[in-house]
């Protein structure tokens, strides 16, 4: 049975992420692996057993609730420590950096990536495509904050920007570490990049997947990519 974690959607739903959870459901099953989404609220510890954990976008107010919720028991650290899947957008990825600042206030994150979010001087939201290391083509989303994201020392992008912002640093967006992903892309992305879900589902079962016949999906990608 795959788990899938979506993280605390009524704080980290505002952007329609809570589709990359339904995603990874459909194309596991597709394979006849057994997959069974559980939504954790912010009111609740998160479940150790957990095969991948998906946070997606906020508000920064809902951010921060969602992040103090997240800080008892280090439970997604060690998670991920054990090789689980997570998958965080935006605000969920800026809450697994060292540091989050508003302009009023900084706070320490939950330190699963390299990263420091410090807020920017203005909204960064549009159409965004990225070039990761997973896959000779790029990957395309959506893109809507203010906050920049710097990568530290022992930080990998998750990509090079090829339009948009991303990070809005260096051309680049988001970060990864192992099984630890996160970046600016809503979409929600894995809809929009159906071979990044499957890549998530062969990371988190071992091994490889079976190919499916998803025509449709492969062609509202590929026209996506043809827009960039
Ligand atoms: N509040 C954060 C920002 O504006 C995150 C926004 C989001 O998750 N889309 O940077």
Redesign the pocket.
Known sequence: MLEIIRIHNEL?G??GDRGNADVLKFRASQRKIKARISDISYLDPLPKSGDIYLL?????AA?LLSLTALRKGSILARAANKGAVVLA??????LLGNKYATKDEEFAGLGLLDVI?T??DK??VGDIAVQTDLFDFPLTGF??????TTLGADAKAFGRVLQGNGNGVAGLDGAVNRNVFGT?L?GPVLARNPEFADLLIERAVGEPISPIDDELAQRYAKWRRALI
């Open positions: 980290l505002t952007y997606g976008g906020a508000e920064d951010q957008i935006c605000a969920g990825f800026q979010t807020p920017g909204r960064l893109e809507n904050h203010s906050s920049v600016y809503h």
